[in-house]
């Protein structure tokens, strides 16, 4: 689990370590928990996707994170970007 600040390279970490997982050979999916809510935000969530490789698998599920971690293929590295935005 990464914790810390907004923007403080959380996500691109986990993403550093999404890509050495999918080079050992493992999936890698993106649980999204952002909701476009304005200007900004959109530019951000349009940065994000276009970071990440398309045979990672994104699951975008702004309430119900239960549900959308099951939909995760089984023994991906997950990645929850972000549990802040959701709890909030």
Avoid: N, Y
């Amino acid at each position: 689990m990464l914790l810390g600040g907004a923007r403080s390279g959380k996500s691109a970490l986990a993403e550093r370590w999404g890509h050495a997982h999918a080079t050992d050979g493992g999936s890698v999916a993106v649980l999204a928990t952002a909701e476009i809510i304005d200007d900004e935000m959109a530019d951000r969530i349009k940065q994000h996707r276009s970071l990440r490789p398309a045979t990672w698998v994104t699951i975008e599920e702004p309430l119900d994170l239960a549900r959308a971690v099951k939909l995760a293929p089984p023994h991906a590295f997950l990645i929850i970007d972000c549990l802040t935005t959701w709890l909030g």
